[in-house]
């Protein structure tokens, strides 16, 4: 029965990402990002090295895929490919070294990106709503 759950839920988590608005990709790949960072902090609190090691790689990729996905020819996709270079460098700081206290760091950079990313999609869910009822 439990093998039916996790089935049908990863199928759901499927559908979502494939279908989901580029915005809503974003900010999930940001709640992904968020979840694992706070995930390898406890971790390291619980004297965890294996599991913090895990999320720490986790976070990793998702900096990454998020460096992958930005447009180069705007000017504020360099400043994020730096920001985003620099959270990862850290990250990897953090894996090596096993301090929480980096991963704080990291973790207010990505919260504040994720609510910054979340205004600006609400605008454009806005913008759009405007444009369907002119």
Do not use: C
Request: avoid cysteine; charged fraction near 20%.
């Amino acid at each position: 029965m439990y093998g039916d759950s996790a089935n049908a839920y990863n199928q759901y988590r499927q559908i979502a990402v494939t279908t989901a608005r580029p915005e809503k990709l974003l900010l999930m790949l940001y709640d992904g990002l968020v979840i694992y960072l706070k995930q390898a902090k406890q971790a390291i609190e619980q004297h965890d090295p294996a599991t913090a090691h895990t999320f720490l790689m986790k976070g990793q990729d998702i900096i990454t895929e998020l460096m992958a996905t930005l447009k180069m020819n705007y000017e504020i996709s360099t400043n994020l490919y730096r920001l985003y270079d620099y959270m990862r460098r850290r990250l990897i700081a953090a894996n090596v070294r096993k301090d929480a206290a980096i991963i704080e760091e990291i973790l207010g950079i990505a919260t504040g990106l994720r609510a910054s990313w979340a205004a600006a999609a609400e605008q454009v869910q806005a913008g759009d709503y405007r444009a369907r009822q002119a």
